[in-house]
């Protein structure tokens, strides 16, 4: 199992802060978003925004950072301030 968390604005549309995803057939961050996006199709607008962030295990990463069965992946909009 892959353990998915969303943060920030990103949990608030999507309506959820956690959940996970088998493992299997599943080796990147863009799979894991794919997987998330068959599984809920009214996240693509979300999901799929140029300007998402992913982390896997606390590091940022790419869509093609590779992943495995016990990591955590964590999906969050840009933080911006002033």
Known sequence: MIKVVFF???RE????SELTVE???INTVE???QQ???THPQW????MHSSLLSAVNNDMVSAQHQVAAGDEVAF???VTGG
């Not at 693509?44 to 999901?47: G, P, Y």
Request: hydrophobic share 45%.
């Open 36 to 38: 998330l996006i068959e």
């Open 76 to 78: 969050f909009p840009p």
């Open 8 to 10: 920030a604005a990103l």
């Open 44 to 47: 693509s607008e979300h999901l």
């Open 13 to 16: 549309k999507l309506g959820c």
């Open 23 to 25: 493992a299997t057939n």
């Open 31 to 33: 799979q894991v978003k």
